[in-house]
């Protein structure tokens, strides 16, 4: 319930009414004030919706079962947002480095679709972006697809600005030394 009318309730309070009376409505709020920016940042890690919703979901659980902790520590601090975030990041980097040391399947080489039209060429290099190592895949889904600046996506991954500035320069530099985007991009 709104602490005042008009006002939403900050995240701790919603946390706080979860864990003295168990209510799931407070818990759906911060679902829903949360969920979106979670699943930008775990699908620029991972590139797979699935995937990303998993990993928020994963995050959400972690935030019930943490929640009397949270609550108790919390001097101060309104909103549980940089915190799930973290969690969400993290569980998505777990599921990188599990894929990463699973046997890999026989891969069907795809065949490069025709250059020409602008969408071709997006898509070209959108597939070139996805090959990037993960948080440099990450880093160019958020600054160029969704559009945040680098102290955003610096919060996101857990990074500085400044190191996101480091690694949106090597991102770039590996896709200007990728064969596949010869004639795309200069």
């Known amino acids: 319930m709104p602490s005042a009318v008009g006002h939403p309730e900050d995240d701790m309070t919603l946390l706080t009414r979860y864990v003295q009376v168990g209510d799931g409505e407070a818990v759906d709020a911060l679902i829903e004030r949360h969920q979106t920016d979670l699943l930008r940042t775990a699908y620029a890690v991972l590139g797979d919706a699935a995937a990303a919703q998993d990993a928020v979901q994963e995050g959400f659980l972690r935030l019930c079962r943490e929640a009397g902790s949270l609550t108790a520590a919390a001097a101060g601090r309104t909103s549980v ?91 770039t530099t590996r896709l200007r030394a990728d064969p596949a985007l010869k004639g795309i991009w200069p």
Do not use: M, S
Request: proline fraction near 8%.
């Open 81 to 171: 947002g940089g915190w799930l975030c973290t969690v969400v990041r993290n569980q998505a980097l777990d599921l990188v480095r599990r894929r990463r040391n699973a046997p890999l399947p026989d891969q069907v080489k795809q065949p490069t679709p025709p250059h020409g039209t602008a969408l071709d060429e997006a898509a070209i290099l959108w597939a070139v972006v996805d090959r990037l190592p993960p948080l440099e895949r990450a880093a160019i889904h958020l600054r160029f697809r969704d559009e945040l600046n680098y102290e955003q996506i610096g919060e996101r991954l857990g990074k500085t600005a400044n190191h996101i500035g480091v690694i949106l320069n090597q991102a």
